[in-house]
């Protein structure tokens, strides 16, 4: 045994001496590594996306499909919410039912499809057609 490798002598034990120093014991040590890091206080686990579309999908398709009145449009619409409210449920503060976030987010993203669409003139192609032979 080597002097460093000896137990004080002076009736204090190395524990006392490490608290002293400012240096973790090695069981605090080992208990952190093994456990991860110190935890501060840890976010409830968020819920599996499958679970999200499990309880909200068919609603929201429902309400969708009534304001588009098209399948596939409800279908987009419907999705493209699921998958924006599940990419922002960190950011949800739990005042309101998660279902009525997801009520609210479809609701915007509709008008803000409405409001794409109005700026958009669509000219058919016949009107097109008759403009470059010159007569209609």
Known sequence: MTPSDEPPSDGSSSRELDAEAGVESLETWVETRVAGEPQVEAAPPSPDFDEVVRRHGRR???LAFRLT???AEAEDLSQETLVRGYLAIGRFRGEADFYTYLYRALLNLWKNQIRSRR???FVPFSTCRGAESGGP
């Open 60 to 62: 929201l398709y429902v």
């Open 69 to 71: 009145g098209n399948r």
């Open 119 to 121: 700026r958009w003139r």
